[in-house]
Nanobody
Framework: QVQLVESGGGLVQAGGSLRLSCANSGRTFSTYAMGWFRQVPGKEREFVAGISRSGGSTAYADSVKGRFTISKDNAKRTMYLQMNSLNPEDTAVYFC???????????????????WGQGTQVTVSS
């Protein structure tokens, strides 16, 4: 079973940084292609960043490219999102997600992910 738990969210001023973590606490022996999504009230959940099962490939939304860095440590069963140069438009609930272990590559579509965390709030003040 896959059980994802996000942490690291909080309140930060514009221009600041946060590092989100997503830990898989389930009892599994598999690795997963994973991703980060975010959602604000009144809008659909949107893709932020993705990483392949091995961690060798990454993908980013244009809005965060150059500012955010996704990474993962399969041995620790943890994925990270380093967020720099934050602005108020980054304010959202950030969700960790994982694809079925049979898929190796990244995906920008929420429909391609099978497991989701509960979300962590990121608030950037102006």
């Amino acid at each position: 079973q896959v059980q994802l738990v996000e942490s690291g969210g909080g309140l930060v001023q514009a221009g600041g940084s946060l590092r989100l973590s997503c830990a898989n606490s389930g009892r599994t022996f598999s690795t997963y292609a994973m991703g980060w999504f975010r959602q604000v009230p009144g809008k659909e959940r949107e893709f932020v960043a993705g990483i392949s099962r091995s961690g060798g490939s990454t993908a980013y939304a244009d809005s965060v490219k150059g500012r955010f860095t996704i990474s993962k440590d399969n041995a620790k069963r943890t994925m990270y999102l380093q967020m720099n140069s934050l602005n108020p438009e980054d304010t959202a609930v950030y969700f960790c997600a994982a694809r079925n272990s049979g898929y190796r590559g990244t995906s920008t579509s929420i429909k391609e992910y099978d497991y989701w965390g509960q979300g962590t709030q990121v608030t950037v003040s102006s």
